[in-house]
């Protein structure tokens, strides 16, 4: 399809892990962004992936990418309070030069 | 570099009336989105510059929109007239990185009584 699909909402312990899923569109995407927006904020570029990547550390990032299945997933380590915000992933589709944004998925991290 | 700004944070105006929302980009980056964000419908492009010149504005919703980018440093977003469905979260982003990331302004939030 042509939507970048992406769960609305996820409720994690403190202190679990996050997995945050997506899946986009175009296989011949080049790069792929997680972005993260907290309440009245604009969004805020977390990390990006090459599309000749499989994973990308970052601190308690992880980011994993599967191109057969065009599928994308965020691992947050240690999830903290102050993770809790709405996660966008977004691909930047080959020949173009506009991001393709999924609907977001709300993190809630529960005490 | 203070990243993007963008201006005012909030505004709220009645039906009808005239609006404009500004942005600065980051200094040095070529490309300038203008996005809306509702509930509703999510995060939308309505339009993007690269070099101050408009490639796409496929997404304007109707010609009540407009938008320039008279210069690299300052772009302008305006609705005339006004309505209320109008009522969103506008954000600028620019970009001109290696990785061709964004990076968004804080936003304005326009309220259409």
């Known amino acids: 399809g042509e939507d970048v699909e992406q769960s609305l909402f996820l409720s994690v312990r403190e202190g679990d892990s996050s997995v945050i899923n997506c899946t986009y569109t175009d296989s011949s995407s080049t790069y792929l962004y997680w972005y993260k927006q907290e309440p009245g904020a604009g969004l805020q570029l977390l990390t990006y992936i090459f599309s000749n990547m499989d994973m990308k550390q970052d601190q308690r990032l992880t980011v994993l990418l599967n191109k057969k299945d065009k599928h994308l997933s965020l691992r947050i380590a240690d999830t903290q309070t102050g993770d809790s915000a709405i996660y966008f992933c977004a691909e930047l589709r080959f020949g173009n030069e506009k991001l393709t944004f999924g609907t977001g998925t709300r993190l809630t991290i529960i005490p | 570099d203070a990243g993007v700004i963008q201006s005012p944070r909030h505004e709220v105006t009645e039906m009808g009336q005239e609006v404009t929302l500004r942005c600065k980009p980051i200094?040095?980056?070529?490309?300038l989105f203008w996005y809306r964000q509702t509930m509703m419908r999510g995060l939308e492009l309505l339009i993007y510059f690269n070099n101050n010149v408009p490639i796409d504005d496929s997404g304007m919703p109707e010609d009540r929109f407009s938008a320039k980018m008279p210069n690299a440093s300052f772009s302008t977003l305006k609705i005339q007239p006004s309505e209320p469905r109008d009522s969103a979260v506008y954000f600028c982003?620019?970009?001109?990185?290696?990785?061709?990331?964004?990076?968004f302004g804080p936003g304005t939030r326009l309220t259409v009584l």
């Open positions: 200094s040095g980056h070529d490309y």
């Open positions: 982003a620019s970009s001109g990185g290696r990785y061709n990331e964004q990076f």
